[in-house]
């Protein structure tokens, strides 16, 4: 078995989760990524929030990404890691 693992930059481990889509979950509903986030737009290179970056159905656009692609557009922020979990074989 395979747990998620989030990072956050100044707080460190945040929480595990079962899948990718619900460590995106947990972060919305716990408030740590909401309207006021902000991403690296490295177009402009300059900070922005996250409905300026993604547009309007941010949330969607955060909801159907990858591990890997979280982890891009949230580099310097966030960061998941898919870490295994030990299971005794009976």
Same mark, same amino acid.
């Given at each position: 078995?395979?747990? =998620?693992? @989030?990072?956050?930059?100044?707080?460190?481990?945040?929480?595990?989760?079962?899948? @990718?889509?619900?460590? =995106?979950?947990?972060?919305?509903?716990?408030s740590?990524?909401?309207?006021?986030?902000? @991403?690296?737009?490295? %177009? &402009?290179?300059? *900070? !922005?929030? !996250?409905?300026?970056? /993604?547009?309007?159905? *941010?949330k &969607?656009?955060?909801?159907?990404?990858?591990?890997?692609? /979280?982890?891009?557009? /949230?580099?310097?922020?966030?960061?998941?890691? =898919? %870490?295994? !979990?030990?299971? %005794?074989?009976?």
């Amino acid at each position: 078995m395979k747990i =998620i693992q @989030v990072y956050e930059e100044n707080h460190g481990d945040i929480c595990l989760a079962a899948t @990718v889509q619900d460590a =995106i979950d947990y972060l919305f509903n716990m408030s740590w990524i909401d309207e006021t986030t902000e @991403v690296w737009d490295g %177009r &402009d290179q300059c *900070w !922005v929030s !996250v409905p300026d970056y /993604f547009g309007e159905n *941010w949330k &969607d656009q955060i909801s159907s990404m990858s591990l890997i692609e /979280f982890n891009e557009a /949230f580099e310097g922020g966030f960061s998941m890691e =898919i %870490r295994p !979990v030990y299971e %005794r074989k009976l």
